[in-house]
């Protein structure tokens, strides 16, 4: 990291950043060419492991382009706000992030579906309620985590 100064080391506040934010953008490599998707998630952090949970439909572009190759990368972001100045090019931008890589893995056992949707609920919704799915339901949803292998933070305040 170039700017160790604005380096964030504690892994407490990573995880405070990273409940703050509702979108995760995912990045996949499509046949060597970038793409990049932002998506509602859900997350935990247990055994010192950060795990990302995501849904979706059981089709489409991210699916084929994550069967094809799992490796990814996420991006989250969230207190932002412009630090003016009196010139243009003395304006900054204050911002907390987090980004990480792993791997994929589609989710396939009913358990552990339910799971990464409660996760998903809890985390976008802030209740902790264990919901109830139909068979029916989960079989319509694709649901997917990243195992995060490592993960940074940086952090420029106002």
């Known amino acids: 990291m170039r700017r160790k100064e604005r380096e964030i080391t504690d892994t407490n506040e ?27 998630f859900g997350w935990c952090f247990e055994n010192n492991r950060l795990v990302l949970y995501f849904h979706s439909a059981n089709e489409g572009k991210k699916i084929d382009v994550l069967k094809t190759n799992n490796r ?10 412009l630090i003016e100045a009196g010139e243009a090019c003395g304006h ?19 358990e552990e579906k339910i799971l990464g949707l409660n996760s998903l609920m809890k985390h976008q919704t ?25 993960f940074s933070g940086k952090k420029h305040e106002r």
Do not use: W
């Open 126 to 150: 802030g209740k902790d309620i264990q919901h109830q799915y139909s068979e029916e339901a989960l079989a319509k949803v694709t649901v997917y985590k990243m195992n995060v292998e490592e």
């Open 72 to 81: 990814a990368c996420f991006e989250i972001d969230a207190e932002h706000s």
């Open 92 to 110: 900054s931008f204050a911002y907390a992030s987090i980004i990480g890589t792993g791997f994929i893995e589609f989710v396939t056992s009913p």
């Open 14 to 40: 990573k995880l405070n950043i990273i409940d703050q934010c509702k979108v995760c953008r995912l990045a996949m490599s499509d046949n060597g060419q970038p793409y990049i998707v932002p998506l509602n």
